[in-house]
C-alpha cells in the first residue's frame, strides 16, 4: 500500500521505483514537510534542548578526556547530563506519540516510548561520536529493542540514578551520557531528518548517501537501509501542501 502521505513527526525515505530502498534520497525528493509548522511547531525548540546538552558535552570533554578509558567516569556533571538527555528523549517521544493520536490512561512508559520502534525502526540507527580518540565512537542506542524487550539498560541506568543516586551513583556513567544522548539523536532525526537548525541550513551527506551530519553536529547518524517499498513514501509535497489535512496518523496500538 503506497504511503501517499506522511505519518505525524515520521520521516521515512522515499520510493524511487528501483529496487535499493537502502539509499536516502534527500535532495531528489523533498523533505520540506519537515519544516511545516503543521508537522512540528517545535522543532527548533527542541533542537536547541538538544543543541545546549551537545554544548554541555564539550564542556566535560574539556576535563574528562573523550576515550574509552573513561567510560566507566562518573560525576555530577555526567549526572546532570543523563537526567536532561532522557528527559529529552521522554518529551520527543511523548510528542510524536501524542501528535498520532496515541491514547493512554496514566502516565506514558519506556512501554509506550517502545512502540516507536514500529513505526521509526529506531532499532537499526547508528550514530558515530566524531569528537572521540583515537577514532569516531559508534553507538546504536536503541539495539535492545532489536529483540522484543521494552527496556534500555541507559534508560533503566537513568531512572536508577534518577531515584537513589547515593546507591546508584556510578550508573551516572559517561557510557551512559553518550547512549541517552545519542538516543536523543536519533530520536530527533526519525522526526526531522538531518534539519537541526534553522531552515536555510541544510544537512551534508557522506559520499554514499547513508550517513547524515549538520554544519557543526557532533554526531554522524544512519539511517535504517530495511525500508520495503510499503513502508517508504510515496508522494510529491506541493501536490498535498495545501489539503486541510497533509498529514496522516501512524496507529500506535
Not at 517502545?114 to 577514532?135: C, D, G, H, M, Q
Request: aromatic share 16%.
Amino acid at each position: 500500500m503506497r504511503l501517499t502521505k506522511p505519518y505525524c513527526r515520521i520521516i521515512r525515505p522515499f520510493d524511487d521505483g528501483g529496487d535499493d530502498l537502502g539509499f536516502w534520497y534527500p535532495w531528489s525528493y523533498s523533505y520540506d514537510y519537515v519544516l511545516e509548522r503543521r508537522y512540528a511547531e517545535d522543532r527548533q525548540e527542541l533542537s536547541r534542548a538538544y543543541k545546549l546538552i551537545e554544548k554541555d558535552l564539550l564542556r566535560l570533554f574539556e576535563y574528562v578526556e573523550p576515550t574509552d578509558d573513561n567510560l566507566k567516569t562518573y560525576s555530577h556533571r555526567t549526572y546532570e547530563l543523563l537526567l536532561r538527555a532522557a528527559t529529552e528523549f521522554e518529551t520527543n517521544c511523548k510528542r510524536i506519540l501524542e501528535s498520532n493520536e496515541y491514547e493512554k490512561n496514566g502516565n506514558l512508559t519506556i512501554k509506550d516510548y517502545f512502540k516507536i520502534n514500529e513505526s521509526s525502526k529506531l532499532e537499526e540507527y547508528r550514530v558515530s561520536l566524531t569528537a572521540w580518540y583515537p577514532e569516531k565512537k559508534e553507538l546504536s542506542p536503541f539495539r535492545e529493542w532489536a529483540g522484543g524487550c521494552h527496556s534500555l539498560s541507559w534508560y533503566r541506568s537513568y531512572n536508577n540514578v534518577k531515584h537513589d543516586r547515593n546507591r546508584n551513583f556510578r550508573e551516572a556513567s559517561l557510557e551512559n551520557v553518550l547512549c541517552a544522548i545519542g538516543g536523543l539523536r536519533v530520536v530527533l532525526f526519525s522526526q526531522f531528518f538531518a534539519f537541526l537548525g534553522p531552515p536555510e541550513q541544510e544537512p551534508a551527506e557522506s559520499d554514499d548517501g547513508k550517513t547524515f551530519r549538520m554544519s557543526g553536529d557532533i554526531f554522524e547518524v544512519t539511517p535504517p537501509t530495511t525500508w520495503t517499498h510499503d513502508e517508504v513514501y510515496d508522494f510529491e509535497w506541493e501536490n498535498i501542501i495545501d489539503e486541510p489535512k497533509p498529514f496522516a496518523r501512524f496507529d500506535f496500538r
